[in-house]
């Protein structure tokens, strides 16, 4: 079993930043961040591999976000920058063992973009 706690998000500004982290038991060999915007369903926005040479973005966050890990410490972070208000969002941290299988989940942290 894997257990995965984010913290970080909270209440920022359009174009502001705000990075995500996500304490994990250990990783998978997948790592990701989805997220689900109010009354929307489940968006993957991010993805790295084990190894952390391989990064992958949806489309809307691709130049804005950044993911990466720190092995040492097992924790799992999101770099959001010029955030948008369609970002506005609930961001779970996701471990798979297969690419995109989202086999663990963490509790959620909200993260909220409004003036």
């Known amino acids: 079993q894997v257990q995965l706690v984010e913290s970080g998000g909270g209440l920022v500004q359009p174009g502001g930043s705000q990075t995500l982290s996500c304490s994990a038991s250990?990783?998978?060999?997948?790592m990701n961040w989805v997220r689900q915007a109010p009354g929307k369903g489940l968006e993957w926005v991010s993805g790295?591999?084990?190894?952390?040479?391989?990064?992958y973005y949806v489309d809307s966050v691709k130049g804005r976000f950044t993911i990466s890990k720190d092995n040492d410490k097992d924790t799992l972070y999101l770099h959001m920058n010029n955030l948008v208000i369609e970002d506005t969002a609930v961001y779970f941290c996701?471990?798979?063992?297969?690419?995109?299988?989202?086999?663990?989940w963490g509790q959620g942290t909200q993260t909220t973009v409004s003036s």
């Open positions: 790295i591999n084990i190894a952390g040479d391989e990064t």
């Open positions: 250990r990783f998978n060999l997948w």
């Open positions: 996701v471990g798979s063992d297969e690419w995109h299988s989202f086999d663990y």
